[in-house]
C-alpha cells in the first residue's frame, strides 16, 4: 500500500488524466482523490462525463474531523467507479472552498495511511503547485510525490523553478527520494535523458525522473473526458501507465528497504 501524490509546476500537463488513468490500469484497489483546489470536481465532470451531481465529500469529512469520526466516516464518502477497484473521494465544487479545508489534510493524510491494513493505494490528484488552498500536506507527506511536466521548453522552465523549491523542501525533511517527476510525451521535442540531465542541476546531480508516458491524445480522452476508446487495454498510454506503475513500485520498495536500513 502507498499514498501516491501527482501535481504540476504549470499548465495542463495531464495531472488528473495520468491519475485516473493510473488508477483505472493498476489492477489494485485503489483510492483515487482529487484533492485539486480549482475545484468543480474534474474527475466527475470529465471520467463520468458529468453524469453525476458532485457530492460535498471533502466538506463532509472536513466536519467529521471537527467531531473526532474522520476514519469512520472516510468510507462513506467514496464512489465506486463502475467496473474498476477504485474508490473515488470528489473534490470541491467551486474553488473558493478549498481555503476552508486547510485543517483537513494532515488529518487526512493520517486517514489514507491507515489504510495500509486493507491493501488499499491512494492515488491524490493535488493540482497545480501554488494555488490558494493547494493541499500541500498531502503532497510533502505522501510516499512518493511525483511532478507531472511536459518535455517543452515552457513546462521545463516552470518545473525548475518549483523543483528547486521542493527538493530543498523534501531534503531538509530526508525524503529528497520520494520527490520525482514524470515526463508526458517525451521526445516533443525533449527525452528522458535530456530532462533529467536538466533537472539534475537542482536536485542535487540526481535526476529525478522516474519514468515518462507515451503522447497519446485519443486515449487520455477516455480518462479525461469518458471518451469510448476501442481496445483500450493495448494502448499505448495504458502500456505506459503499467510501465510507470511497476518503475514507481520498485522506487517504493527501494525507498522502504534505505528506511529500514537507516532504522537499524
Not at 95 to 103: D, E, F, P, W
Request: aromatic content about 4%; charged content about 15%; some cysteine.
Amino acid at each position: 500500500m502507498a499514498v501516491v501524490a501527482l501535481t504540476s509546476a504549470s499548465g495542463s500537463p495531464g495531472v488528473t488524466t495520468t491519475a485516473v488513468g493510473w488508477a483505472l490500469t493498476c489492477g489494485r484497489p485503489t483510492v483515487l482523490v482529487d484533492a485539486d483546489p480549482t475545484g468543480g470536481a474534474a474527475m466527475l465532470a470529465g471520467y463520468l462525463r458529468g453524469q453525476m451531481i458532485p457530492p460535498d465529500a471533502l466538506l463532509e469529512l472536513w466536519a467529521a474531523q471537527q467531531q473526532g469520526r474522520l476514519r469512520a466516516t472516510l468510507p462513506s464518502q467514496l464512489m465506486a467507479l463502475p467496473d474498476s477497484k477504485v474508490g473515488l473521494l470528489p473534490g470541491t465544487r467551486a474553488h473558493g472552498q478549498a481555503r476552508s479545508l486547510a485543517g483537513l489534510w494532515e488529518p487526512l493524510l493520517a486517514a489514507f495511511k491507515a489504510l495500509e491494513g486493507t491493501v488499499q493505494d491512494v492515488v491524490i490528484d493535488v493540482g497545480r503547485l501554488g494555488l490558494a488552498g493547494s493541499p500541500i500536506p498531502l503532497l510533502h507527506g505522501a510516499d512518493l510525490a511525483l511532478v507531472v511536466c511536459r518535455s517543452d521548453l515552457v513546462s521545463l522552465a516552470a518545473l525548475r523553478s518549483w523543483l528547486e523549491t521542493l527538493h530543498s523542501e523534501f531534503d531538509t525533511a530526508g525524503a529528497a527520494s520520494a520527490l520525482g517527476v514524470v515526463v508526458v510525451g517525451p521526445g516533443r521535442p525533449y527525452g528522458e535523458a535530456e530532462v533529467g540531465k536538466v533537472l539534475a542541476q537542482v536536485c542535487g546531480g540526481r535526476s529525478p525522473v522516474v519514468g515518462s508516458l507515451p503522447w497519446d491524445p485519443k486515449t487520455a480522452a477516455a480518462f479525461s473526458a469518458g471518451a469510448q476508446v476501442r481496445r483500450l487495454e493495448s494502448t499505448k498510454l495504458v502500456r505506459g501507465l503499467r510501465v510507470l506503475d511497476q518503475t514507481c513500485q520498485n522506487v517504493l520498495s527501494r525507498n522502504a528497504a534505505e528506511l529500514q536500513a537507516v532504522q537499524a
